[in-house]
């Protein structure tokens, strides 16, 4: 079943050769190759829910919704490349009074980077995997893909697999411009091939930092878009918790248990102020508004044995840490009962490992503060997150908390959840190491970019010029002309 | 004189106390802090321009000429840190009816990295040393630099940085914004201290290489920007030659020797049709005419007696090639007569070694086709490039090798010279490995983005907003809204 070697450097000259023909075609014509796979996952969601369901454990609305996002993620991203935003088109006419010496007519646009290997994720068997996130972008650059396996969900993923490569075939596209391959001797062979040249990978940090070194080790190394581990830890202030603590643990349980907690997003530490006095009577305690919340939400197995396997290594590693209790019991069963352990911030910064030990899994971890302690001076403690969130009140002054979680996320939220990721023009979905390897998005239009590299043409002749680059502009995209955006169609608010 | 790594410690320290202060600036206050130093290193011109004609063998109108430079690619970036080009802000409003899912309100920022090393090259000891486009791209994107001073112009350096450092002093920068540090030790220093989070390299491919391999050893690995190693070919049509020759060789002997071949776009490579004939009476052959081109050409000594035995080292590996014959005879003399190597490309078939040596110095070698030869699998046989450039006429079908080229170098050129790099807002340089350890430019406005990172900010309230993501736009920057683009005080052309 596991692709040889020999069936791998096979697979990765046919992506060559499809990308070869496939780099330079025009706009709409590769709109609509993303469009055609779209369409055709749309056509066959049942099936493949089902095979996801079989195979995952997740629920079926889970599953429809993740499948419907992967589909408006092709068409969002069909329509950039229609508009050409990717190409960052840029012109500079030869200028010979420009202020260093005269300039020659330089002109710049972003073109594929070739074949690119992407890793598939096990807890997003849609949105992370076959025709995720880093296969959608990689298509939309006008690479070639060569998509490794997660046997996680092994039948859901040839299948859609094989989906995608009928869909491409169906609209003109070059056969092998997309393929798959299963097992880790094919992976490593996709991470040392000379043709490929990027790598898209969601998983653990364990795994991600052993492809990064390899692709850095390469004789000539290769940009390696690595979504590793996150926390992502969630700061209450006082102001917030004296006003919302109620609400404000609500959506923290509902958070941190949305699908079994198997978001890389999940929120796995949560900073509140402590609580000075036992509750007044009839007043519900943290604990017991925690173990309310909790009991309702919907238990399932998780993704994999392994990954069960990780979660309980990881849950008694922070449990078992000096100055960890229990708030909320967890237990064995095959659909776990989710887990909340408490410590305080004193205790924390005596045993900082408390901060950086993810939990892939539903548990997470409420650090107790003490009125007027430096909340800051937590935050610095923190390594590269997804995600880092404050709950506050609009007039309180954050600043400093907000520039040191700054420092160290790719995305703040202000009395919001982190665990919901839109893709749009603005999502940034990236982070300091750990969190990722690289300083870029794997969601949102802007992943695109990380598989194109940008081309100068110096003092070429109209008739040499790629499309993009002629001053008639024959795909209506939207270039800096001489330093100035010129917008095609009419496009665009003078804001004056 | 070297810098202990208990001086690096501190430096580093106080360049990220800098960044603190610095970060968050608005845009006319960091353009202010650009063009202080701009004006200080003008100001200082005559004083600056005398100690690189002491330390480095240049003469005084180049090095008067890469000062001017330096100085307009300050004030180029302080006008585009102004715009706000390099900020990418976007903005997507709540959007109930979103297409996969009701859409929080999500806004993206470009950010800056923090603490960034910059490594000298001896080549340029302006436009690429103390305050060159790594310093100055870092600097506009709100990063503090610390120097590695290139010992090739020591006194050069130190009195560059001593202006740089008084001209940020005296425009209000936090102190520490800018240093300099000297020696292996703080070098390896750098590239490990965990507040560093960058680097930016000009240099050799083997220093480079090391460099990078540490950088992305690191517990937390950082983006190495490096510019190493670059041959530069230059493919001649036969219709080209036929017509232009003679044109064609004397550009080609004054690019290769200009700056004693001391430039990393040297054209170290000329494809041109062989000579099936003996010159007919009274007409030169290739040999007769680039004697006499070259011996017009101004000598000096090479950059130092390092770079001169690297020069001798690599000249005699390409020499001692067997099939290799020399054109133009070099000189041991101390202001080396430039040499002119030639071969086949059937002998570059057998030995590709010719095409990856590069000679950093006044040598280039001319590679002689037979007509009909086919250019383009020649040029598949090439590394990463910086530049590639094609002589020939506007109405040839060229288009396999522009393709070919155009994967393997950064900037293309036609019927031109690949030295001579204008700053301007198109300008690329970089290529695949080995000319670059990364897909991104080093000259040019958009080097400032690999001093920054994206990010998000969810659900935020416009009192907790940074000043360029607010609707009201106090920056007055260009920015991406709900997918339209909105440009400030009526800037850009609609083309409909």
Chains 1, 2 share one sequence.
Not at 334 to 345: G, I, K, M, Y
Request: charged share 20%.
């Amino acid at each position: 079943m596991h692709t040889t070697v020999e069936e791998t450097n096979t697979t990765i000259t046919a992506a060559q050769v499809a990308y070869g023909q496939a780099r330079d075609v025009d706009p709409g014509t590769r709109a609509a190759w993303l469009r055609s796979i779209a369409s055709a996952l749309e056509a066959n969601a049942d099936e493949l829910v089902g095979l996801g369901q079989q195979e995952t454990h997740l629920d079926e609305g889970r599953l429809s919704f993740e499948l419907k996002r992967s589909v408006f993620q092709l068409r969002l991203f069909a329509d950039e490349v229609i508009r050409g935003e990717h190409l960052d088109a840029t012109i500079d006419h030869a200028d010979p009074s420009w202020g260093m010496g005269p300039r020659p007519d330089i002109r710049r646009v972003s073109v594929p980077l070739g074949v690119v290997g992407v890793f598939g994720a096990s807890n997003f068997p849609f949105a992370f995997s076959v025709m995720g996130g880093d296969s959608a972008s990689a298509l939309a650059a006008g690479c070639a893909v060569v998509h490794k396996i997660h046997e996680g969900h092994l039948q859901l993923a040839l299948r859609t697999g094989a989906i995608v490569e009928e869909a491409l075939d169906a609209a003109g596209a070059p056969q092998g411009l997309f393929s798959t391959i299963i097992g880790r001797q094919a992976a490593e062979c996709l991470v040392d091939h000379p043709l490929v040249k990027a790598i898209g990978f969601t998983g653990s940090t364990a795994g991600g930092r052993a492809l990064f070194d390899q692709a850095a080790r390469r004789p000539s190394p290769i940009p390696f878009y690595g979504e590793l581990g996150s926390i992502n830890p969630v700061f209450v202030t006082e102001a917030a918790w004296k006003l919302r603590r109620d609400e404000i643990l609500a959506g923290f349980a509902s958070s941190f248990t949305m699908g079994m907690g198997q978001f890389c997003t999940k929120p796995g530490l949560l900073f509140v102020p402590g609580n000075p006095a036992v509750p007044g009577e009839g007043e519900e305690d943290v604990a017991g508004i925690l173990n309310r919340e909790v009991e309702g939400k919907p238990r399932r197995p998780l993704l994999s044995g392994k990954l069960r396997e990780g979660f309980d290594g990881a849950l008694e590693t922070v449990r078992s840490t000096p100055g960890v209790d229990v708030m909320v019991a967890g237990d064995d069963s095959e659909a776990p009962h989710p887990t909340v352990l408490t410590t305080t911030a004193d205790r924390v910064r005596e045993q900082p490992g408390i901060l950086e030990q993810e939990m892939f899994g539903p548990a997470s971890v409420v650090v107790e503060y003490q009125p007027g302690d430096d909340l800051t001076s937590l935050a610095r403690m923190l390594e590269g997150q997804l995600t880092a969130t404050v709950h506050a009140e609009p007039h309180e002054d954050v600043s400093d908390l907000l520039s040191t979680l700054r420092e160290r996320a790719g995305r703040l939220l202000w009395n919001a959840w982190p665990t919901g990721v839109t893709v749009s023009y603005a999502q940034h979905h990236g982070g300091p190491y750990p969190a990722t390897t690289a300083t870029t998005t794997s969601v949102g239009t802007a992943a695109i970019g990380r598989f194109m590299r940008a081309v100068a043409y110096d003092s070429f002749p109209p008739s040499q010029m790629p499309a993009p680059l002629r001053d008639e502009n024959p795909w209506g995209i939207r270039r800096r002309v001489d330093g100035v955006w010129e917008l095609p169609n009419g496009e665009g608010k003078p804001n004056e």
